[in-house]
């Protein structure tokens, strides 16, 4: 995967690009399970909406050296407010998917939470990344 992804050098400019170089990529079973919302896809479109309506605002000369996106969850402190949500069946996409964004998740210090779903054993988990979530249910 990684030497595919350098083949296509600059054919990546943000995360949309993706899913065209997928479809082309992985069995459509598996393609559909990752790139389709749940029943007619209405909760999908309507999130998209949301997000649409959001814009970044550019400020330029200011002084960032002091920034922090650090934030507090449950008592545990963490480097951003961004985490990777519980994602089952991830191994079939990619294998040691799950373990590769646990370590990715430790490494960047924001939560990962392990699907109850997934393929990977609970313990190996717990060993790339000691502490972090399980989304029972
Ligand atoms: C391929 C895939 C598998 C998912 N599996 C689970 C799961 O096993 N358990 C769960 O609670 N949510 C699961 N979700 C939902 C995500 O945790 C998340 O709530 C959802 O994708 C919305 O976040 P997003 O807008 O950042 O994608 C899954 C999502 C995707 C795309």
């Avoid at 400019?13 to 209405?42: C, M, W």
């Avoid at 449950?74 to 964004?101: K, L, T």
């Amino acid at each position: 995967m990684l030497k595919l992804l350098r083949s296509l050098d600059n054919a990546i400019l943000n995360l949309n690009d993706f899913e065209s170089l997928a479809r082309r990529h992985l069995p459509k079973a598996i393609f559909g399970y990752v790139q389709g919302g749940a029943d007619d896809g209405t909760t999908i479109q309507h999130n998209l909406r949301a997000l649409d309506r959001l814009r970044m605002v550019p400020r330029v000369l200011r002084d960032v050296s002091a920034c922090s996106q650090q934030v507090t969850l449950f008592g545990q402190s963490f480097a951003s407010p961004f985490m990777i949500a519980p994602m089952g069946a991830s191994a079939i996409v990619g294998h040691d998917a799950d373990n590769a964004m646990a370590r990715a998740a430790r490494s960047a210090r924001i939560p990962y939470i392990l699907s109850a779903n997934a393929i990977t054993p609970i313990e190996e988990i717990g060993r790339a990344y000691p502490g972090c979530w399980f989304a029972g249910y």
